[in-house]
């Protein structure tokens, strides 16, 4: 049975040596290969043709390679570029980044050497191409701002775009729930300005952030003279989102007393301001959030079980981060469009997409801008690499090389940076203290070895073949 086409390559490069040779190695690999020793040739193929991936050498006659790639973005920005060198210097590598290409190749190189780039680079493609399908689908949803748009091709991130499409034009109580840093708030906007209430305000309040005489009073206003300090009435948030929507953020911080007033809105409207007898009536609808699980805290009794069903008519729940890692290369091109510092967008090398792939999230895509904002700071030549991301990512849990078994505090379990110290450490005693030898075991750059073994204290003697100024 044939095996399915992996995709479809253009190699433009003088050399036609190397450009047969890698036409005939990756046809047998099941990729469909196209070769011209021509760059413009190149960009009328790439014109009239489809291609996933562009294979080209940096020094040609005519047109170099990176301004090649550049005029092929034009044409078909999903394409992904890879450029091939014999000078690799570090100036090539950040002026092929800032044209837009996914990597570089050192000639000479294999075959077996380009299968993994390839690979990598296809899925790239393909992420490209399922983006753009899923701002087509997303085009019939409204978002006040590109600040505020929804990004993910994730299977959870569809669902979510389905049901906020379905959900948003209706009244009624929505429950978003998910960790903290998973965007609770963007999918309440997402509702509100898809709703026919968009024209009306959106107004959020954070139960967590007051104590609950305040709340009450910031919900649902208060008559002058309520409580010490009252000179004046005042509106409360309910009012204020009058004919629009109220987004309550995190809701399971509410006391039971607060739960039950909050019940009476949900369940005809009703409320009084604080320090009155006269009832008020509300038109608005109350989308909640909350990072705890609301079935246990309502078998604990610190959540009304009534509430908690009158709450959880649909639910939205966000997937934390590390579970939608595909969303990750779009989520980055995003904040480094819309967070953008200076005059140039910032590229990302793959060593270090590649360890933001891998990375866990705890803090999920709050974690990403923070990280995202500085590394921007540190980033030289608008590129960010290795070495602008911070150390507890560089060293992960699944570097290679093991650490000897790590024995519980007396405290309780050891902390992330002791057992980043304890792993660190052993790998510089493995290797004599050659920095050198133990960055590439750790998979980090030297400068990054020389930030951790100042943060912990690391300093040993010089290894073999290492002078004290490395």
Known sequence: MAQPLLGRILVVDDEIDLAESLESNLS??????????????????????????????????GMNGID?????????????????TGQATVQTAIDAMKAGAFDYLLKPFKSDQVVPVLGRAMEVRRLRTENVRLHQYV?????????YQMIGISPGMRQITQLIQKVAPTDSTVLIRGDTGTGKELVARALHYNSPRAKKALVTINCAALQENLLESELFGH????????????????????????FVDEIAEMSPTMQAKLLRVL????????????EHHADVRIIAATNKPLEEEQKSGRFREDLYYRLNVVAIALPPL??????????ID???????????????????????????????????????????????????????????????????????????????PLQLEAMERNHVRSILEQFKFNKVHAAKALGISRRALYRLIA????????????????
């Open 28 to 61: 047998r690999r099941n990729y469909e290969v196209s070769v011209t020793t021509s760059p413009e040739e190149g960009l009328k193929l790439i014109e009239r043709g489809n291609f996933d991936l562009l294979l080209s050498d940096l020094m040609m006659p």
């Open 68 to 84: 090649l790639l550049r005029k092929a973005l034009e044409i078909d920005p999903q394409l992904v570029g890879i450029i091939m």
């Open 139 to 147: 085009a019939r949803l409204t978002f006040e701002s590109a600040r």
């Open 223 to 246: 008559e002058k003279g309520s409580f010490t300090g009252a000179t004046h009435a005042k509106h409360g948030l309910i009012e204020v989102a009058e004919g629009g929507t109220l």
């Open 267 to 278: 369940e005809d409207g009703s409320y009084r301001r604080l320090g009155s007898t006269q």
């Open 322 to 331: 590390r579970e939608r890692r595909e969303d990750i290369p779009l989520l």
């Open 334 to 412: 995003h904040f480094l469009t819309i967070r953008q510092m200076g005059q140039r967008k910032y590229q990302v090398h793959p060593d270090a997409l590649d360890i933001m792939m891998r990375y866990p999230w705890p803090g999920n895509i709050r974690e990403l801008v923070n990280v995202l904002e500085r590394a921007q700071i540190l980033a030289e030549e608008h590129t960010i690499t290795m070495d602008d991301l911070p150390a507890n990512m560089i060293v992960h849990p699944t570097a290679t090389t093991r650490s000897p078994p790590l024995e519980a505090s007396e405290t309780g």
């Open 455 to 470: 943060k912990y204290d690391l300093d040993g003697r010089h290894g073999e073949g290492e002078t004290p100024a490395e």
